[in-house]
């Protein structure tokens, strides 16, 4: 690691607030029918992130859908406690597959490494089915937001090898710092 990447990171955050978002009808439609839904892939993100010292400062399941995805961002995002959006599901190619499309347009800033080098640690793990990934990141309003599959093996193969260790120095970079 380069000598200046190591002085951001040591000025950076070492806790945010994480807020975890996740895209499924099929859990969704459980939750309207008083069930309780299995959110592996959500359950991963928090447990993770607070494993990792973060704090956890929200949590909600939507359907895929473009009108309840950009509500459940803009509530997120306008809390002062959250200073990342991790979103699970929706990031495929199927046509109920939204995230990409209603949330890409909104960002400020793009990180587009992650979505990069997700795709390419995917490729090692899954092989050519990483190309299907839609996976993607960047700042809104100072907050970073990434856009993870809704697999449970995506979802941590995102946290552990790319998130979680720059999760500190991209906030303090987003902040102005």
Partial sequence: MSKVAELHKESSPASAGVYVLTCSTSKYKQLQEGMQPDDVSGDIIERLAADAGHKIAGRKLIP?????????????LAKRAVDVLIVTG??????TDVTFETIYPLLERELPGFG?????????????????????????????VFCLPGSPN????????????????????????
């Avoid at 895929?64 to 997120?76: N, P, Q």
């Avoid at 929706?90 to 046509?95: E, K, L, M, R, Y």
């Fill in 64 to 76: 895929d859908s473009g009108l309840m995805i950009r509500r459940a961002l803009r509530s997120a």
């Fill in 90 to 95: 929706g990031t495929g190619i199927s046509q």
């Fill in 116 to 144: 990069e080098i997700f795709r390419r640690i995917s490729y090692d793990e899954i092989g050519s089915p990483a190309m299907m990934s839609r996976a993607f990141a960047g700042t809104i309003k100072g907050k970073a």
């Fill in 154 to 177: 995506g979802v941590r193969t995102a946290m552990e090898k790319l998130i979680l260790p720059e999760l500190g120095h991209i906030i303090g970079l987003s902040r102005g710092r």
